[in-house]
């Protein structure tokens, strides 16, 4: 069937994955980096060997490497399994931030049950905040804008408590990152505003 092509190709594709960042961090110099990978959880419980022996090499060597999960992905993986090897790969060292939140579905319960380090927030959604925070002094609101302001209102309620820190994505000018640093709380930021894109070699020879 065309599902189970699919899926051999997923697992191949992460396999591969894996195998070029061990092979990066073997001739990378700097330390003061932390290497953020997009994952699938689909296939964690079969690559959770492979995570733990890049993890211990990783560290070895004086290198961070952190997992950023895609939110949408998580669905139909079963929430108690993957609690279990992100709670076990932590141990080991190797952190992991939900990213796209806030696209299409905010489960809080994910954020709750979930050992992440981070939560990365989507440019469309630091778009929408910024539309809100300008009309901020309007008389009324859009239930649209009520969730947005209570989930943001969560987000610095987590960096509070929990220490849990808030990526941004799509931070395009000044603007962008004094909401980002000043009401969202964010810790970490991503757009053209503070660097442009750079080919894959260019870190390699760093």
């Known amino acids: 069937p065309i599902i189970r092509k699919e899926e051999e190709l997923e697992y191949l594709f992460n396999m591969s ?37 890049l993890v211990k090499f990783a560290r070895s060597i004086g290198r ?27 141990q080991k060292g190797l952190n992991f931030v939900l990213d796209d939140f806030g696209i299409e579905r905010s489960n809080i319960d994910v954020l709750a049950l979930l050992p992440l380090d ?10 929408q905040y910024s539309k809100f ?16 302001v209570w989930l943001f209102n969560l987000s610095r309620e987590l960096v509070t408590r929990e220490r849990i820190k808030i990526y941004v994505e799509g931070v395009e ?9 000043y009401d969202i709380k964010a ?20």
């Open 64 to 90: 961070k490497l952190c997992i950023e999960i895609t939110e949408t992905s998580l669905y139909p993986v079963d929430i108690a399994t993957l609690k279990e090897i992100l709670t076990f790969l932590s």
């Open 173 to 181: 000018n000044h603007e962008d990152f004094l909401l980002s640093f």
């Open 17 to 53: 994955v894996l195998s070029s960042v061990y092979n990066f961090l073997k001739t990378s110099s700097n330390s003061n980096i932390q290497y953020h990978l997009n994952f699938s959880p689909s296939y964690l419980p079969q690559e959770v060997c492979c995570l733990e022996r």
């Open 118 to 127: 981070g939560v990365k927030v989507d440019a469309f959604f630091l778009r």
């Open 187 to 206: 810790s970490y930021f991503q757009g053209f505003h503070l660097h442009k894109p750079e080919p894959f070699s260019s870190f390699s020879q760093s």
């Open 133 to 148: 925070f300008q009309n901020r002094f309007s008389s009324s609101f859009s239930k649209d804008e009520i969730i947005l």
